[in-house]
Nanobody
Framework: QVQLVESGGGLVQAGGSLRLSCAAS????????MGWYRQAPGKQRELVAV???????NYADSVKGRFTVSRDNAKNTLYLQMNRLKPEDTAVYYC??????????????WGQGTQVTVSS
């Protein structure tokens, strides 16, 4: 009932920047927490950054000071500004959002993922 679509991934050199976006659509009443996760080949999916509807944020230690998560509640859109990228940031980045639909059912949805590749 709620779909998330990521965009903005690509190939960038180490030290460069990328901005990811995640647009949520469907029968949305309210989205509580939204976040970015990533999964590198052969590794488990890990948290990158989350932001609540009130704007509180939490980051993985590995990205603190380099990545900034933000959201536009009016547009149901999540962003991730990634600066000073490193080769170890290479992964598929997934958007996640949880909240309530217009029929007051809870949802927890994932996007399809977007590839970020950082070359050395």
């Amino acid at each position: 009932q709620v779909q998330l679509v990521e965009s903005g991934g690509g190939l960038v050199q180490a030290g460069g920047s990328l901005r990811l976006s995640c647009a949520a659509s469907g029968s949305i009443f309210k989205i509580n927490s939204m976040g970015w996760y990533r999964q590198a080949p052969g590794k488990q999916r890990e948290l990158v950054a989350v932001v609540t509807s009130g704007g509180s944020t939490n980051y993985a230690d590995s990205v603190k000071g380099r990545f900034t998560v933000s959201r536009d509640n009016a547009k149901n859109t999540l962003y991730l500004q990634m600066n000073r990228l490193k080769p170890e940031d290479t992964a598929v980045y997934y958007c996640n959002g949880g909240g309530h639909t217009t029929t007051l059912k809870t949802f927890n949805s994932w996007g399809q993922g977007t590839q970020v590749t950082v070359s050395s």
